[in-house]
């Protein structure tokens, strides 16, 4: 099994920034790719911004110059760096990752954390 657990949820006010991190951990053979979501009440989850496991970041375009992708192949954990935050970027995250588990034939599933509340107050 692979367990994804997120951290740096806060509230803040709106101009400042946090730094969410997930890392992955378990039963893992590689990891493609990774991403972050995001999901008000009643909403459907879209994507914030992801990262392929040779760097290639996209972002929504609604965060696109403010919020920064990364990753640590090594420690198997992505990061979003997130700067000029408004009241529109509070949601839940979630971080997502698509995993290669060492299971034979090889199979690779798509795994997602618990969430973290950022709240941005204006």
């Known amino acids: 099994q692979v367990q994804l657990v997120e951290s740096g949820g806060d509230l803040v006010q709106a101009g400042g920034s946090l730094r969410l991190s997930c890392a992955a951990s378990g039963s893992i053979v590689s990891i493609s790719a990774m991403g972050w979501y995001r999901q008000a009440p009643g909403k459907q989850r879209e994507l914030v911004a992801s990262i392929s496991s040779d760097g290639s970041t996209n972002y929504a375009d609604s965060v696109k110059g403010r919020f920064t992708i990364s990753r640590d192949n090594v420690k198997n954990t992505v990061y979003l760096q997130m700067m000029t935050l408004k009241p529109e970027d509070t949601d839940v995250y979630y971080c997502?990752?698509?995993?290669?588990?060492?299971?034979?034939?090889?199979?690779?599933?798509?795994?997602w954390g618990q969430g973290t509340q950022v709240t941005v107050s204006s």
């Open positions: 997502q990752a698509d995993v290669r588990v060492a299971v034979w034939p090889p199979t690779e599933y798509r795994y």
